[in-house]
């Protein structure tokens, strides 16, 4: 059965260097057309890892899996708009997460505005936790961990996806000011004894939720700028997309950043060196 644990181990296989459907299928102990079926789910659901056929059609035929960062991200002129958009961009205010709600189709998308944050955690909560195998996550210092309220305990949302042994990862700043959020998330692993959160550090203008490969979840600040006929008071707009082409779209962008940052454990090692 394909579970998150072997998804992770798998993932971790193919993130170190490219494998052959062999390769895969010694590490996990399973048959090679299970390791195979494995790899095209992981593929087709995730979009984490792709694979290319040498010598297709014939006896000496070898696949081979690799990270899917070092493929092609966008597949039309205005993917490769966005992800140089994205790319480029180290701030929110850099990019409008409308840029992509406007591609997708009006069937396949909803858009909401909050005079505040807090009123959106409710359904944000629930969205998380919809999550049956991997969340990831573009965040900017994880600052919303710290939400408890009546409708919301989002460090016991990341506490319930662990028990559900669902691969959380997360883009976000690791530094001074957000240090203690993220060992809050990392300390997580420690309560289960397994590292269900990964964590890297990267400045990115998105604050965004990418559920199952399937749903993405992105958030917006409007903030009021002092002019006549403009806002008065800042809007907090969230556009759900439950468009797979999309997400996959999305998850590669965010598997790119991924693979070319550094895990957080080395960035505290880095800043508790410090002295405050």
Known sequence: MLNTEVIKKIEDLVYAKPRSIQEISSSIGKNWRTADRYVEEIE???GTISTRVFRGGTRGALKIVYWSSVDKVSHS???ERLEKQILAARVKEEFS???I???IDEKKKEAIVKDNEVDNMPEFRNILLSAQKQLLLFSGNLSFINIKNKRADFIDVFNELAKKRVNVKVLCRVDIVGKENVERMLSLNLRHGKDYIE???AEHPLRAAIVDGKLIRMKEVKQP???KKELEKALFIYYTMKDKEWAEWLSKIFWKIFSSSLDANKR???????RL
């Open 199 to 201: 964590i890297h550090h």
């Open 77 to 79: 002129i205005f993917q």
């Open 101 to 103: 709600y406007q591609y």
């Open 97 to 99: 997460p409308f840029d």
């Open 268 to 274: 505290l090692e880095e800043l508790n060196r410090i």
């Open 225 to 227: 700028s002092g002019k």
């Open 44 to 46: 087709k659901n995730f």
